[in-house]
Structures are given as structure tokens and as C-alpha cells.
């Protein structure tokens, strides 16, 4: 079997041109169209904590995610559940919220924010149902009687 390799040269020629002479003739990925699709959707949030570690490094950075636009499907042959979307994958991280507004504005994406709850909120919560219960801890409880 005959292996054919073409290589093909350009033929450079200098031209009075505005671009700078560091350009190298190549095009700007930026300059044209968009790079996400037009039904592109991201979530912006601020991640939880890890449930394993009682720790809360890493949870002041936001993170910018996306959604998936369509329904995964069942691949026939393995049965492993596949997707079309490689975009759900990307994961940008952001230090403020500002910046990741900002980010997903000059890309042209439409985009939700996600709040967390705010723990405190919860502690109360949980108080005020204590104290309408009487105030009993798990050691007041009275005992099950067992028949």
C-alpha cells in the first residue's frame, strides 16, 4: 500500500497592511462569531460545602456551569448512558460574582443565578421548631414502650 503525503507551501508576500508584524498571518478565534452555541444557558452559583469534611475551603469562588440543552440517551450496543454535549463538562471557577457576570456578558450567554440559602437561616429555623416542641433534645424524648 502507497502512502501519498502533499504538503503545501504558501507563497508569502509582503503587503502594506495595518496588521502587526508579529501576527503571523493568523486568524483571531475571538474576532468572529460566537464560541457557544446560541441556546447555550450557564448557571452561575457558589458551591456547598463538601458533606464529608466539616471545612469550607474553596467555597468563596463561584462557579460557572452549564446546562444540558438536550435529553442524554442509552447507547444500544453497551448501555452506558451517552450525551452529544461535551459543554456540560466545562467548569470556569471566578473569585467574585461580578466576574462571572461580567464573563458570561461579553460571551453573549444567557445566564442564571443560583443563591444558596443562607445557613444561619437555617439554625433558626431549627430553633423555633425546638422550642415549639418543648424544647426536648433527644435525650428527653420519652422511652418507646415496647409491647
Not at 458551591?47 to 467555597?59: D, G, H, I, L, M
Amino acid at each position: 500500500m502507497e502512502t501519498v503525503r502533499q504538503t503545501h507551501k504558501e507563497s508569502k508576500t509582503r503587503s502594506c497592511s495595518p496588521c502587526a508584524s508579529y501576527d503571523n498571518g493568523r486568524s483571531h478565534p475571538l474576532s468572529g462569531g460566537a464560541l457557544f452555541p446560541q441556546n447555550a444557558t450557564a448557571r452561575i452559583f457558589k458551591p456547598s460545602r463538601s458533606v464529608t469534611t466539616s471545612a469550607t475551603a474553596q467555597t468563596n469562588e463561584l462557579r460557572l456551569v452549564f446546562d444540558r440543552c438536550s435529553a442524554p440517551f442509552i447507547e444500544p450496543l453497551l448501555g452506558y448512558t451517552g450525551s452529544g454535549e461535551t459543554l456540560v463538562q466545562v467548569e470556569l471557577k471566578f473569585p467574585t460574582l461580578e466576574s462571572a457576570i461580567r464573563y458570561a456578558e461579553r460571551q453573549g450567554l444567557d445566564y442564571l443565578l443560583q443563591r444558596q440559602t443562607d445557613a444561619s437561616a437555617d439554625r433558626a429555623a431549627y430553633r423555633k421548631w425546638s422550642e415549639r416542641e418543648g424544647g426536648r433534645q433527644g435525650h428527653d424524648l420519652p422511652e418507646r414502650q415496647v409491647a
